[in-house]
């Protein structure tokens, strides 16, 4: 029976084909979930906060994302976890329902309406287009500036940096406070096992680093483990289409379309990139299946009042600790939904237990750099304005979308439009209506 097992996981996602092996997949994912277990405290709080019943929201948000997850790594084979984007979380309950007193159904309804969106355009093809416009720069920079992100969130999480209002910059924060000193114990762990080369190295340095915090009042024992989840009857289908289609509402639209467009796009190259898919030109072969997979996630979540479900950039985690077919992906789905019982000892896990991996994996995916052009200004600069405006306003859209727009007016400047195609004209027209849009969502 064990045998037939391996054999069906085999023939399914192509183990030895793609250099891995049931163990490490199954590490990879927990590693994964690990990383992305805040979202299951962030996400209902904030949802919470728009007047919906917090339980509810968490019962709601695990169930979508193991359906979708599981979905993504069935479908693609490859190792990417997906949920609610934080970007449209916050556009959701705060934006929305909280500063605009939009009805939480008519904000449902504008999410179906962004994941129908999502759904049309994939068919039509336009997706794989936009993928095709986007220089190769920009492509190889995407990843360099999603590490970028992930390693300032990192930072961010341990408190090893912090806003300075006074500044009005980043800098360092209390770096006598124990978080930070945990934070940076557990970074010393990870980087021996590394050296090491234990297979696991990030997953244990996180047990590790959580046992160590236990003494230090940092993490938190729970009262108790075990939690029945709520019920879903307040959330499961609570939108209103028809006043979703309101004109005025359009902007909301694009609000959550197109960061969540470019986020997913971005994540899928920037991780993929990490895990060697990428071919010559910087692109991720059968990505059409990650954009279906997105897209219906997307619509679907909106069923259950969930904000657009999106693949998240703490899968490159489950990456760097080996991951590279889609059982990485159906482990973190199968966690989530277990924890779903027992969601304390999943939120016991402190920041600085998770923040060295966020680190150490976004210094890693800065590698691609080195192939970069840089004797071409039109190749570099955008390439740059991608990686910061990525890392420094938190959203990989703004960074694809500052650097597309460069690239054209360079392209132009230099009189070499006729490297370009209608194709980037029409999407740079798009860009600066994302920019307009956005600049509307007070």
Same mark, same amino acid.
């Given at each position: 029976?064990?045998?037939?097992?391996?054999?069906?996981?085999?023939?399914?996602?192509?183990?030895?084909?793609?250099?891995?092996? +049931?163990?490490?997949? +199954?590490?990879?994912?927990?590693?994964?979930?690990?990383?992305?277990?805040?979202?299951?405290?962030?996400?209902?709080?904030?949802?919470?906060?728009?007047?919906?019943?917090?339980?509810?929201?968490?019962?709601?948000?695990?169930?979508?994302?193991?359906?979708?997850?599981?979905?993504?790594?069935?479908?693609?084979?490859?190792?990417? !976890?997906?949920?609610?984007?934080?970007?449209?979380?916050?556009?959701?309950?705060?934006?929305?329902?909280?500063?605009?007193?939009?009805?939480?159904?008519?904000?449902?309804?504008?999410?179906?309406?962004?994941?129908?969106?999502?759904?049309?355009?994939?068919?039509?093809?336009?997706?794989?287009?936009?993928?095709?416009?986007?220089?190769?720069?920009?492509?190889?920079?995407?990843?360099?500036?999603?590490?970028?992100?992930?390693? !300032?969130?990192?930072?961010?999480?341990?408190?090893?940096?912090?806003?300075?209002?006074?500044?009005?910059?980043?800098?360092?924060?209390?770096?006598?406070?124990?978080?930070?000193?945990?934070?940076?114990?557990?970074?010393?762990?990870?980087?021996?096992?590394?050296?090491?080369?234990?297979?696991?190295?990030?997953?244990?340095?996180?047990?590790?680093?959580?046992?160590?915090?236990?003494?230090?009042?940092?993490?938190?024992?729970?009262?108790?483990?075990?939690?029945?989840?709520?019920? +879903?009857?307040?959330?499961?289908?609570?939108?209103?289409?028809?006043?979703?289609?309101?004109?005025?509402?359009?902007?909301?639209?694009?609000?959550?379309?197109?960061?969540?467009?470019?986020?997913?796009?971005?994540?899928?190259?920037?991780?993929?990139?990490?895990?060697?898919?990428?071919?010559?030109?910087?692109?991720?072969?059968?990505?059409?299946?990650?954009?279906?997979?997105?897209?219906?996630?997307?619509?679907?979540?909106?069923?259950?009042?969930?904000?657009?479900?999106?693949?998240?950039?703490?899968?490159?985690?489950?990456?760097?600790?080996?991951?590279?077919?889609?059982?990485?992906?159906?482990?973190?789905?199968?966690?989530?939904?277990?924890?779903?019982?027992?969601?304390?000892?999943?939120?016991?896990?402190?920041?600085?237990?998770?923040?060295?991996?966020?680190?150490?994996?976004?210094?890693?995916?800065?590698?691609?750099?080195?192939?970069?052009?840089?004797?071409?200004?039109?190749?570099?600069?955008?390439?740059?304005?991608?990686?910061?405006?990525?890392?420094?306003?938190?959203?990989?859209?703004?960074?694809?979308?500052?650097?597309?727009?460069?690239?054209?007016?360079?392209?132009?400047?230099?009189?070499?439009?006729?490297?370009?195609?209608?194709?980037?004209?029409?999407?740079?027209?798009?860009?600066?209506?994302?920019?307009?849009?956005?600049?509307?969502?007070?």
């Amino acid at each position: 029976m064990r045998i037939l097992f391996q054999q069906s996981l085999e023939k399914q996602f192509r183990l030895r084909e793609l250099g891995t092996d +049931i163990p490490t997949e +199954i590490v990879a994912g927990l590693t994964t979930f690990t990383t992305m277990a805040y979202v299951l405290a962030v996400v209902p709080k904030m949802m919470g906060e728009a007047g919906l019943p917090a339980g509810q929201m968490l019962t709601a948000m695990v169930l979508m994302i193991f359906l979708t997850t599981l979905a993504m790594g069935l479908y693609t084979n490859r190792p990417f !976890v997906l949920a609610p984007g934080m970007g449209s979380v916050a556009i959701f309950s705060i934006t929305l329902v909280q500063l605009q007193h939009v009805p939480v159904g008519i904000a449902s309804g504008i999410v179906f309406l962004s994941g129908c969106l999502f759904i049309i355009i994939t068919l039509l093809g336009i997706r794989e287009a936009i993928v095709v416009v986007i220089p190769k720069g920009i492509k190889i920079s995407i990843s360099a500036g999603v590490g970028m992100f992930l390693a !300032v969130i990192g930072l961010r999480n341990a408190k090893i940096i912090a806003a300075n209002a006074e500044k009005t910059a980043l800098s360092f924060g209390d770096i006598s406070q124990p978080i930070v000193i945990l934070a940076a114990i557990g970074f010393v762990i990870l980087l021996v096992f590394q050296a090491r080369k234990i297979r696991g190295a990030a997953l244990y340095s996180i047990i590790l680093t959580t046992m160590i915090g236990i003494p230090w009042g940092i993490t938190k024992i729970p009262a108790t483990i075990f939690m029945m989840p709520a019920g +879903i009857g307040d959330v499961f289908f609570n939108f209103d289409f028809m006043g979703a289609l309101d004109i005025r509402y359009l902007p909301f639209l694009f609000a959550f379309f197109l960061p969540d467009f470019f986020s997913s796009f971005g994540t899928a190259l920037g991780v993929g990139g990490k895990a060697g898919f990428l071919d010559k030109n910087g692109d991720l072969p059968e990505i059409n299946k990650v954009f279906w997979v997105d897209s219906l996630a997307a619509t679907l979540g909106s069923f259950l009042t969930i904000p657009v479900l999106i693949t998240y950039l703490e899968s490159g985690a489950g990456v760097e600790a080996g991951g590279r077919t889609g059982l990485t992906a159906i482990t973190s789905a199968v966690a989530f939904l277990l924890i779903l019982a027992v969601t304390p000892l999943a939120l016991m896990i402190p920041a600085a237990a998770t923040a060295p991996i966020l680190v150490y994996v976004g210094i890693s995916m800065l590698s691609g750099m080195r192939r970069l052009d840089y004797t071409d200004i039109a190749e570099y600069i955008p390439a740059f304005l991608c990686i910061a405006f990525t890392a420094f306003t938190f959203n990989i859209a703004n960074g694809i979308a500052v650097a597309f727009l460069a690239f054209v007016i360079l392209k132009l400047a230099a009189g070499r439009y006729k490297e370009m195609g209608i194709g980037h004209y029409l999407l740079a027209l798009l860009l600066m209506y994302y920019f307009y849009a956005m600049a509307g969502v007070k």
